[in-house]
């Protein structure tokens, strides 16, 4: 291994409406070997390790008040958290060195406008253009209703079912999730309306089984629901796996979708590396 040693380095455990990650505030000290692929599973390892959907590394930007840079539980760069993105806006508050007011960090998928909206952090992705409400390459199975596809950030497949609870998961979402049709593979969302509105279950890529919310995966799933015309109107609210609910405000204009991500983002504990 390569670099300083690890060993002491603090770092924060913080969730998203269930989804939850290891933060390193590496303004001051480079992540080093922590970026390693296998020091990111190991960090992510819920029994030898801390436990986490993903890692992330808050960095210094010379342009706007930090850089992101997240990690997937199997060690690999992901473009683009949604929650991880919520949770980064809440630490950076709370340490300090990003404004109560409306700011802007860069993420390897862009640079994002964020702020604290009613006590929780929201945050602006770019513009989603790549929107298919029939994906065409995958049929629907069993009592699936409808099956599209959007770019958000990362992709996504996204399928209404009559009920969530007995979404087979795990099996039709590993299954779809490295579709030949899918040049880089997706995260698939599976929804369906309850008397208390849209609840949502997601299979995500990099984890490689189900997680307890996806804020990108709110996002698909808001702007599909929009174009299927059973959403309701621009204010979508999806109620994740962890019981939290993720709110997405969408704006439409000169055909693509402008949507607003806003949840939880919360600071479980803080530590520090002992051995690895």
Same mark, same amino acid.
């Given at each position: 291994?390569?670099?300083a040693?690890? =060993?002491?380095?603090?770092f924060y ?5 269930? +989804?939850?990650?290891v933060?390193?505030?590496?303004r001051?000290? *480079?992540?080093g070997?922590?970026e390693?692929p296998?020091? !990111?599973?190991a960090?992510?390892?819920r029994?030898s390790? !801390?436990?986490a959907?993903?890692?992330?590394? !808050?960095?210094p930007?010379?342009? #706007?008040?930090y $850089?992101?840079? &997240?990690?997937n539980a ?9 929650n991880?993105?919520?949770c980064?806006?809440r ?5 300090? &060195?990003? *404004?109560k007011?409306?700011f802007q ?5 862009g640079t994002?406008?964020? $702020?604290l =909206?009613?006590?929780?952090?929201? !945050?602006?992705l770019d513009?989603v253009?790549d ?21 958000a950030g990362?992709? #996504?497949?996204?399928? /209404?079912?009559?009920d ?7 099996? $039709?979402?590993?299954?779809? =999730?490295? #579709?030949?049709?899918?040049? #880089?593979?997706? +995260? ?13 279950r @997601? ?6 089984g189900? @997680?307890?919310?996806?804020?990108t ?9 929009n174009e299927w015309g ?5 204010q979508?609210?999806?109620? /994740?796996?962890?019981?939290? /609910?993720?709110?997405v ?5 000169d055909?693509a979708w402008?949507?607003?991500? $806003?949840?939880?983002?919360r600071?479980?504990f803080?530590?520090r590396?002992?051995?690895?």
């Amino acid at each position: 291994m390569k670099g300083a040693d690890p =060993r002491a380095r603090p770092f924060y455990k913080m969730s998203g409406s269930g +989804n939850d990650f290891v933060f390193f505030d590496c303004r001051g000290q *480079p992540p080093g070997e922590l970026e390693e692929p296998d020091r !990111i599973i190991a960090l992510c390892e819920r029994r030898s390790g !801390i436990g986490a959907d993903g890692v992330v590394f !808050i960095l210094p930007s010379p342009d #706007h008040a930090y $850089r992101m840079r &997240y990690y997937n539980a199997d060690g690999s760069l992901g473009e683009l958290c949604g929650n991880a993105s919520l949770c980064s806006v809440r630490l950076t508050t709370e340490l300090g &060195y990003a *404004p109560k007011g409306s700011f802007q960090f860069e993420s390897d998928a862009g640079t994002l406008t964020a $702020r604290l =909206r009613d006590g929780l952090p929201e !945050i602006d992705l770019d513009a989603v253009v790549d929107v298919q409400p029939v994906f065409a390459p995958i049929e629907k199975s069993g009592g699936e209703s409808d099956l599209g596809f959007a770019l958000a950030g990362v992709p #996504h497949l996204v399928i /209404t079912c009559p009920d969530v609870e007995d979404a087979d998961v795990l099996g $039709r979402g590993a299954k779809l =999730r490295s #579709h030949p049709s899918l040049a #880089h593979g997706a +995260n698939v969302d599976f929804l369906s309306q309850g008397p208390s509105g849209w609840s949502m279950r @997601t299979y995500e890529r990099g984890v490689e089984g189900e @997680t307890l919310a996806c804020g990108t995966g709110a996002v698909a799933s808001a702007i599909l629901l929009n174009e299927w015309g059973k959403s309701g109107g621009d204010q979508v609210s999806l109620t /994740t796996r962890s019981g939290r /609910t993720l709110d997405v405000t969408l704006r439409r204009e000169d055909g693509a979708w402008y949507p607003s991500l $806003r949840g939880e983002g919360r600071i479980v504990f803080e530590g520090r590396l002992g051995q690895l």
